[in-house]
């Protein structure tokens, strides 16, 4: 075994290596699967718990204080950990009891902090690496509620001319007796067919199915691996957005690389926990190939070119941490590249959709606001 070859070279003595199974896929989390707990939160508590700790304050009594908060399911979470640390077990054997909760990352981190008695750090260091993912997902959501928003008030306004006005004006257009402009004719046909139940519910439920079968197979792409590998992969084809999801994942990624080694863990659990960070499967595959090549004696910056993980530009940045042993800073530096580069391509995209959806909403609203009182300017000419 090439493993066992390389630890006889560093240890005088290893009486045998054992192969460690795979997390199962239920495992695979970030930071937290349920639904009920936020991240912020889980944040907020973990830097209370740090500051605590650093205080002199025992861990079990920090966790039956931090459990006093705002947040009712996390306060219960944090006693049931509580109450495992005072039935004998370690920190992050009772975090890991709480699966839906706490994932991989803050477990591995956990465990390091014990281990190297710098509990208090840690803590402090995945309170940092919490917030840099709430963020970076604050950053992409603030992008798109603007134009967001607009949309919504668009559609508004036209279902408001659609159902309610040009329905009101229909019999004064019939009264008149004049040729209707063909804006007026497109706009009390749309009119007509919408408010019409034979084209009208099949349409929504169209529509509402169309959304169901979406959300349905990207359900059940976690139990076909291959349907999800497929989706992630075409994801991240998509001009603008691959680029987009690119750059997240990666400063995702190599922040949780950089604080995990900063606290002691080692190199190959490392990667294994990002693959689980990642949360795309082309970049769990390039993860755990690297790792794998890693085990087998290459270098954590062969391993990640090998398989194109990041840009070379970032792997150059990890190529000189290696060398020069300077490994999570610079690879911290790189997550910072990634975290910028994200920032100015999210402003370009804002400062580019922002125009054009307030273009074509503008069009649509002002067809339909026009189409609306062309027959009585043309009602008012005539007389």
């Known amino acids: 075994m090439v493993a066992k070859d390389r630890l006889n070279q560093v240890y005088p003595r290893v009486l045998f290596v054992q192969e460690q199974e795979e997390a199962p896929a239920a495992r695979s989390i970030q930071f937290k699967l349920s639904p009920s707990v936020k991240i912020e939160n889980l944040s907020l508590y973990t830097r209370q718990l740090a500051a605590m ?72 260091k995945l309170a940092r690496l919490l917030e840099k993912n709430v963020t970076l997902k604050k950053r992409i959501q603030a992008t798109f509620a603007y134009p967001t928003v607009i949309g919504v008030v668009a559609v508004g306004i036209i279902a408001l001319f659609v159902f309610y006005i ?45 959304f169901s079968a979406s959300f349905w197979l990207l359900a059940e792409s976690d139990r076909a691996p291959a349907l999800r590998f497929a989706f992630d992969q075409n994801i991240l084809r998509v001009p603008v957005v691959g680029k987009l999801i690119s750059l997240g994942i990666s400063a995702r990624v190599l922040y949780t690389m950089s604080t995990m080694l900063s606290a002691g863990v ?19 595959q390039k993860l755990k190939h690297s790792r794998e090549s890693l085990l087998s ?30 490994l999570d800073d610079l690879i911290s530096r790189v997550a910072k590249l990634y975290e910028d580069d994200l920032e100015i391509q999210l402003d370009n995209l804002a400062s580019l959709i922002e125009p054009l959806i307030m273009a074509v909403m503008g069009a649509v609203v002002g067809f339909v606001v026009i189409a609306s009182f062309l027959p009585m300017i043309q009602l008012v000419q005539n007389l």
Request: proline residues 5%.
């Open 53 to 124: 700790v650093n205080g002199g304050i025992s861990v079990n009594r920090a966790f039956h204080f931090v459990a006093r908060g705002e947040d009712q399911r996390l306060n219960v979470v944090m006693e049931k950990v509580a109450n495992a640390i005072e039935g004998g077990k370690s920190v992050s054997q009772a975090l890991d009891e709480q699966p839906r909760v706490f994932g991989e990352t803050y477990i591995a981190l956990t465990k390091a902090g014990e281990t190297s008695g710098t509990l208090d750090v840690t803590l402090n």
């Open 166 to 210: 040009v329905p009101m004006l229909l019999p004064m257009f019939d009264s008149v007796g004049i040729e209707l402009p063909w804006p007026t004719k497109v706009l009390i046909y749309g009119s007509r067919a919408l408010s019409n139940p034979w084209i009208a519910i099949p349409g929504i439920l169209l529509i509402v199915g169309f």
């Open 266 to 284: 080692m190199l190959g659990e490392v990667l294994k926990t990002c693959e689980s960070v990642a949360g795309n499967r082309v970049y769990q």
């Open 297 to 326: 004696g290459v270098s954590l910056f062969d391993s990640l070119t090998l398989y194109e993980v990041f840009a070379p530009t970032a792997l150059q940045m990890i190529k000189v941490g290696e060398e020069t042993g300077r």
